[in-house]
């Protein structure tokens, strides 16, 4: 068995919930404890009896492999490899499929990160790069030197979601190389590889770990892909250590329960901002009214914990970011707690106010990583956030103290 295959303890009949639990992880057989114990070696023996060579760098230590058996069981891959961070595992992914004179269609709406490395160091090496948003579009943006197709869906901030499997039938149809970020779904709630995408990737700092106190990343697909991928990475040299990979295999196992009550409580409260009268507009594909709903509906067995609205006073949006005391004004997202932010002075600041608008991200556009609090405890902040302010400053205002 090759150190990243996976099927070790998968029979395919178990549900998510038994496969977060009990996939990758094994005893410790010098303690029987029932938890994978931290292999911390850096050095290991050569001749190895698994007849390769052992190495955190070449992503086949034992820690890596469990928390890496475990990934590729919950998104349906042949393997998985796990990164430092959400960006070491994209850029090895796009550098390992591309390069000089090749080109790739991206998703018009990327994570800010992955927009940067697109438009700054994949076109500094010579790789051709156009955007599309509709399946239409990517269709239409294939050229003789595609090699690649990268979506996001749900995107960020704006929840949009493109059809899945429309783009990896046009992927398998023309030969290319489909990728998708499959951070803000989560396999709990959609598996892209399922609906014919050949490699998913994740920022595993948000739901995979979900406590919010680590960073890594993770491309999971077939056999033959990871193989491909994996050449590039021990080139990259982003691979993860011992203890956070077990960190991450602990955080996953209760990824199906916390998703659970991350779909609820972001659909409880987007149903409460719908009917908000300082709101002018909630995003969220669970709700009938969101411009993908269908095919959200057609792809997604959850609609996620993400959501944003907008003010319909955008000159309110300090005011009613002081006034919170369980949502925390914070970046990031996918931890077990709520945190708001407004895109337009965060993840987007960076591009003029017109690129914001024609993105349709206006300043009083507030993003909302719904965490698994008590959802009524989250409307009761919502609420008393949203009322207009009484006099000069709410007792209640949050001291907003930095160490
Ligand atoms: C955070 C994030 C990333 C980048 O992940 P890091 O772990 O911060 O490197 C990539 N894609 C999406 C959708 C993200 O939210």
């Not at 395919?12 to 057989?29: F, K």
Request: some cysteine; hydrophobic content about 40%.
């Amino acid at each position: 068995m090759s150190c990243l295959d996976s099927k070790e303890r998968r029979p395919a009949s178990w549900r998510p919930e038994t496969v977060c639990v009990h996939a990758g992880t094994h005893q410790d057989p010098v303690s029987g404890g029932v938890c994978t114990p931290i292999y911390s070696s850096s050095a290991y023996v050569h001749p190895h009896p698994q007849g390769e060579n052992v190495y955190q760098r070449y992503f086949n230590t034992p820690n890596q492999r469990a928390v890496a058996a475990k990934l590729a069981a919950l998104e349906n891959g042949e393997a998985a490899l796990v990164f430092g961070s959400g960006m070491a595992a994209i850029s090895t992914v796009l550098l390992s499929f591309l390069g000089p004179n090749d080109h790739a269609v991206f998703q018009a709406d990327l994570y800010g990160g992955t927009h940067h490395l697109v438009s700054s160091d994949l076109t500094r090496f010579g790789i051709g790069v156009s955007y599309a948003r509709t399946l239409d579009e990517f269709r239409s943006a294939i050229t003789a030197r595609t090699r690649l197709i990268y979506v996001e869906s749900p995107s960020n901030p704006l929840l949009r979601c493109v059809d899945l499997a429309g783009i990896g039938e046009l992927g398998r149809k023309r030969k290319l190389v489909t990728v998708v970020d499959n951070t803000f779904a989560t396999p709990v709630n959609q598996m892209p590889l399922k609906l014919g995408f050949e490699v998913v990737v994740h920022s595993g700092t948000k739901y995979l770990n979900g406590h919010s106190d680590m960073n890594c990343g993770a491309a999971i697909g077939s056999a033959a892909a990871i193989r491909r991928i994996r050449e590039t990475a021990m080139n990259l040299g982003g691979s993860l250590d011992a203890l956070a990979c077990s960190q991450l295999e602990r955080g996953l196992k209760t990824l199906a329960l916390r998703v659970r009550q991350h779909n609820a409580n972001a659909a409880g409260l987007a149903a409460f901002l719908s009917e908000h009268p300082a709101v002018l507009q909630v995003n969220y594909p669970g709700l009938p009214g969101h411009p993908d709903h269908a095919v959200a509906s057609r792809q997604m067995r959850g609609f996620g914990g993400m959501l944003s609205f907008e003010l319909r006073d955008a000159r309110r949006v300090k005011q009613v970011l002081r006034r919170f005391q369980v949502v925390t004004p914070a970046l990031s997202l996918g931890g077990i707690e709520s945190l708001i932010c407004v895109p337009a002075q965060t993840s987007h600041v960076k591009l003029s106010a017109a690129e914001r608008a024609s993105l349709g991200i206006r300043d009083g556009l507030m993003r909302v990583s719904v965490g698994i609090e008590a959802v009524d405890d989250l409307i009761e902040d919502f609420s008393f956030a949203l009322q207009p302010a009484k006099g000069r400053q709410s007792s209640r205002a949050r001291s907003v103290g930095c160490p």
